[in-house]
DNA sequence: TTGACATATCGACCAATATCGATATGATTG
DNA sequence: CAATCATATCGATATTGGTCGATATGTCAA
């Protein structure tokens, strides 16, 4: 249980450890957008972008959609959530208690 | 102000990004360890540990007491937390009003 | 000051990974 | 089916960053 949190923390950090793909993130926040759409926003090449998408997918950081020949991408919000609550839970264990009650999040996501 | 923090977010992220950094981090979650302490825990030579609390440190996600000849350092929690609620309000505003009162973080740390 | 110990810094090497260009896969339309 | 557009994957290259060994800096005791 105390393996698979740290692994799941480190694939967490690395995920938002490049400066493009914590672009990337801004860009979807509360939002939907294609590939090509973050590939003009960036100023990268578009396989440089699906390579980030690839790693910000397995780390579960967002969804993805399909709609005609575009595929739209969001930034999964509740999967940030629970890792900074896992963060805070491992490495903040005095706060942990008052500031994030991480255990309401994870009832919110019954699915 | 919201590139500061995209360059914390970005510092924040890579300071755990890595094995060996996480694995001080439990160390030091709670207690002062000194530099030799650490490098007995994780197996690796001792200049590779002082790079690793140097970027640690960098992040602000260490503190450092010197005592006598040793160098004692422990888990900055405070710093953590705040990191991760600049985090879940960053990237997960949906969820950062209910579940993360950073206010209430940045009122206890007033220094 | 000298010696011993603890930690930090430096230089070199190596592994991981970000990037690009080219190509493959997949979806839609005619 | 062929053509076109959107995205993913691949191979090569460049850069970043982790690691080590050696050395420098700093601290204390004799």
Redesign the interface.
Known sequence: MIVVM?TK??Q???A????NR?KI??QL??VWLSVNDLVEQLGVEQSTVSHHLKTLKAAELVLVRQEGKHRYYT?N??Q??LC??M??Q??????AAT???VS??QEASGD
């Open positions: 740290e923390q480190l967490f950090a690395k938002l450890a490049d400066k914590l993130m801004t926040c509360c930034l919000q509740e940030l959530t900074c609550g963060l805070v491992s490495f903040a264990p005095d706060y500031i994030v009650p309401s999040i």
